[in-house]
T-cell receptor
Framework: QLVESGGDLVQPGGSLRLSCAAS????????MTWVRQAPGKGLEWVAN????????DYVDSVKGRFSISRDNVKKSLYLQMNSLRAEDTAVYYC??????????????????RGQGTTVTVSS | EIVLTQSPATLSLSPGERATLSCRAS??????LAWYQQKPGQAPRLLIY???NRATDIPARFSGSGSGTDFSLTISSLEPEDFGVYYC??????????FGQGTKLEIK
C-alpha cells in the first residue's frame, strides 16, 4: 500500500513537500516514482529514485525545482517542490517500479497503489 | 524524447464486444511498453508490462502485443467495468518514462 500526503493550495513561487508512506512490501528493494495528472489531462512521469537514494531522474519541466528523496528506515518517499507554477497543479501519485535485489534488476511494471494527493498552485 | 501516440482517441463499444487499442512510438521502444487503465477519481491501474505480460490479478481477457514502434492492447470480450481511459507508457530510456495521451473506452 502507498499513502500520499502533503498536497495543498499554494501560491505561485511557493514550496510544498509531498510524502508517500509505503507498507506491505520490501521498500528498500524498489526504485520509487512520482507521477502526476493535471485536471482533465493525462498522466506524466515526474521523478524517480533508486533503492538507496543515490540515483535520481526528473522530467525536464521540473529539473532544478523539484527534488526526490527517500527514507528507507521510515519506508517513506518524498517530493520537495520549489518555485511552484500554475502548471504544476495536479494530483500526484507515488508508485513502486524497478525491483533490485542482489544487483539484479527485475521490472514488473509501475505499480500505482495510492489514491494521490492534490497540489493546487494559484494566487 | 520518445512520443507515444494512441488511437483512437475515443472508442465506443458494447459489453461483450472485442476492443483493440493502439499505441505507436516515435522511435523503437523494443518491448518496453506498458498499459494502464484509469477510472474517474481513481489511480491508474497497471494492466500489462513489457508489451505482453499481464500484471498481478489482471483478467485473461486483457492481452498486449507488439514490439518496436507498434503495440496493441486487446480486450477479448468487454465487461461493464472495463470502461475508462487507457494509457500506454514506455521505458526505453529508463529511468525516465513517457505516457501516451490516452484512449477513452466508453459504453456505446
Amino acid at each position: 500500500q502507498l499513502v500520499e500526503s502533503g498536497g495543498d493550495l499554494v501560491q505561485p513561487g511557493g514550496s510544498l513537500r509531498l510524502s508517500c508512506a509505503a507498507s506491505g512490501f520490501t521498500f528498500n528493494n524498489y526504485w520509487m516514482t512520482w507521477v502526476r495528472q493535471a485536471p482533465g489531462k493525462g498522466l506524466e512521469w515526474v521523478a524517480n529514485i533508486d533503492q538507496d537514494g543515490n540515483e535520481k531522474d526528473y522530467v525536464d519541466s521540473v529539473k532544478g525545482r523539484f527534488s526526490i528523496s527517500r527514507d528507507n528506515v521510515k519506508k517513506s518517499l518524498y517530493l520537495q517542490m520549489n518555485s511552484l507554477r500554475a502548471e504544476d497543479t495536479a494530483v500526484y501519485y507515488c508508485a513502486r517500479e524497478m525491483a533490485v535485489a542482489g544487483g539484479s534488476y527485475n521490472y514488473y511494471g509501475m505499480d500505482v497503489r495510492g489514491q494521490g494527493t492534490t497540489v493546487t498552485v494559484s494566487s | 524524447e520518445i512520443v507515444l501516440t494512441q488511437s483512437p482517441a475515443t472508442l465506443s463499444l458494447s459489453p461483450g464486444e472485442r476492443a483493440t487499442l493502439s499505441c505507436r512510438a516515435s522511435q523503437s521502444v523494443s518491448g518496453y511498453l506498458a498499459w494502464y487503465q484509469q477510472k474517474p477519481g481513481q489511480a491508474p491501474r497497471l494492466l500489462i508490462y513489457d508489451a505482453s505480460n499481464r500484471a498481478t490479478d489482471i483478467p485473461a481477457r486483457f492481452s498486449g502485443s507488439g514490439s518496436g514502434t507498434d503495440f496493441s492492447l486487446t480486450i477479448s470480450s468487454l465487461e461493464p467495468e472495463d470502461f475508462g481511459v487507457y494509457y500506454c507508457q514506455q521505458r526505453r530510456n529508463w529511468p525516465s518514462y513517457t505516457f501516451g495521451q490516452g484512449t477513452k473506452l466508453e459504453i456505446k
